[in-house]
């Protein structure tokens, strides 16, 4: 089936440390994945994109793996700041035949970072 | 924001009677989306378009109808809101194939 999930609902850490948050996917098709962070009250913002000839991928303190075996992507945070706090979805991009593609999205895991 | 306003911003209406929230862009983009975004569910694709009076189902379009008549403007209408309609929806926008879309403030609907 077309379905993007999140092993941990709630994540918290100590400000400075690393936060890795997992999403696992079941589409094998899917060449296209996408983090995006959201704080309260806001949309969600892009954070950083991968596509599945790459396993790995890095930003600005953000890192993103994908394991295409398992079908399992993760988003690596350093040194968490206070400023991360917020939920955070992966997302999987399902083309169509026509050109038409769009985006399926996890359920979201909360990090709260703590000082 | 990139160019995508959501009209309005709240909004209280009562179970049966109709409503339409609006997105509006400024980038042009080909695509367009409205999701809506519940506890436990993240979020969910409602209706999708990919051009003008081009438009196409999500996973939870029951209830719903969309349209687009300009390139700048995709309306979601719900024609006789229903209690369980109550959400957040998200206008989000995107170049299309593979690449980010972009996502508008939302529109907090509760039906009463």
């Known amino acids: 089936g077309e379905s993007v999930g999140l092993h941990l609902p709630t994540l918290s850490v100590q400000e400075g440390d690393n936060s890795i948050i997992n999403c696992a996917y079941s589409?094998?098709?899917?060449?296209?994945f996408i983090w995006y962070k959201q704080e309260s009250g806001k949309g969600p913002q892009f954070i950083i994109d991968i596509r599945s000839n790459m396993d790995k991928r890095q930003g600005q303190r953000v890192t993103v793996l994908l394991n295409k075996t398992v079908k399992h992507l993760s988003l690596q945070i350093a040194a968490t700041q206070p400023g991360d706090s917020a939920v955070y979805f992966c997302a999987e991009n399902l083309d169509f035949s026509g050109g038409y593609n769009k985006l399926i999205f996890g359920a979201g895991t909360r990090l709260a970072v703590h000082p | 924001d990139a160019g995508i306003t959501q009209s309005p911003r709240h909004k209280v209406t009562e179970t049966g009677t109709p409503v339409t929230l609006r997105c509006h862009q400024t980038?042009?983009?080909?695509?367009m989306y409205w999701y809506r975004q519940d506890p436990g569910h993240g979020l969910r694709l409602i209706h999708y378009s990919y051009g003008v009076k081009d438009t196409d189902k999500g996973e939870v379009s029951d209830g719903y109808s969309v349209s687009r008549s300009k390139t700048e403007d995709f309306l979601l209408t719900l024609e006789s809101a229903t209690s369980s309609q109550t959400s957040v929806y998200f206008c989000?926008?995107?170049?299309?194939?593979?690449?980010?879309?972009?996502f508008g403030q939302g529109t907090r609907l509760t039906v009463v």
């Open positions: 989000a926008i995107s170049v299309g194939g593979r690449t980010e879309a972009f």
């Open positions: 980038e042009n983009h080909r695509y």
């Open positions: 589409n094998s098709a899917s060449d296209y």
